[in-house]
């Protein structure tokens, strides 16, 4: 079976950092382009970052970029996202999911096929 698992989400006070995973089984995750994206209540899903299978590209959207970093260890089959300075406006559920290719093509629905189940990100004082 294919599955994606987030962890690392919490709550944490304006400024602080949090670092999620996403831990891949059943595929080989270097075979993918990886996205990070979040939702927060009232709001439209948003693309948040996205790293190329080899780590050798990656992109985030201008709310994060800065501020965020996206890794990936493919021997651990797992993709992180560095948060720091986090801001109350970062509150959402955080969710990974596979690119349809290797590279990042961009954050719509079309460009990735597997989701995990996501994992709660709370900042505030």
């Known amino acids: 079976q294919v599955q994606l698992v987030e962890s690392g989400g919490g709550l944490v006070q304006p400024g602080g950092s949090l670092r999620l995973s996403c831990a891949a089984s059943?595929?080989?995750?270097?075979?993918?382009?990886i996205g990070w994206f979040r939702q927060a209540p009232g709001k439209e899903r948003e693309g948040v970052s996205c790293i190329s299978n080899s780590a050798d590209v990656t992109t985030y959207s201008d709310s994060v970029k800065g501020r965020f970093t996206i890794s990936r260890d493919n021997a651990k089959n797992t993709v992180y996202l560095q948060m720091n300075s986090l801001k109350p406006e970062d509150t959402a559920v955080y969710y990974c999911?596979?690119?349809?290719?290797?590279?990042?093509?961009?954050?719509?629905?079309?460009?990735?096929?597997?989701w995990g189940q996501g994992t709660q990100v709370t900042v505030s004082s």
């Open positions: 059943g595929l080989t995750l270097d075979y993918y382009a």
């Open positions: 999911a596979t690119g349809t290719r290797d590279y990042c093509a961009g954050y719509g629905s079309q460009d990735y096929d597997r």
